[in-house]
């Protein structure tokens, strides 16, 4: 699951997939701007066909973040 986030992270901010970890960090490693985070949660939401309400966007900070959250809303 982390290869096909990390994929469409490195798609949505066109950076390189190998810069981005677990514990990578969207504002401070990753460079993105609330914009940039705004338009990879809806991607993401589009691609797993899930919502992701905003106050769980909130407390979403590093790619880890984001796979946790989606393995726990999935049955992938």
Same mark, same amino acid.
Not at 9 to 23: F, V, Y
Not at 29 to 48: F, H, Q, T
Not at 54 to 68: N, Q, Y
């Given at each position: 699951?982390?290869?096909?986030?990390?994929?469409?992270?490195?798609?949505?901010?066109?950076?390189?997939?190998?810069?981005?970890?677990?514990?990578?960090?969207?504002?401070?490693?990753?460079? !993105?701007?609330?914009? =940039?985070? @705004? #338009?990879? $949660?809806? %991607?993401?939401? &589009? +691609?797993?066909?899930?919502?992701?309400?905003?106050?769980?966007?909130?407390?979403? !900070?590093?790619?880890? =973040?984001? @796979? #946790?959250? $989606?393995? %726990?809303?999935? &049955? +992938?």
């Amino acid at each position: 699951m982390f290869e096909k986030i990390r994929a469409t992270i490195a798609s949505q901010l066109s950076i390189d997939e190998e810069e981005i970890k677990m514990e990578s960090s969207f504002m401070n490693n990753l460079g !993105a701007d609330s914009l =940039d985070i @705004v #338009e990879l $949660i809806m %991607a993401l939401e &589009e +691609e797993y066909e899930i919502e992701i309400p905003d106050e769980d966007v909130e407390k979403i !900070a590093t790619v880890g =973040d984001v @796979v #946790e959250y $989606i393995k %726990a809303h999935t &049955e +992938e």
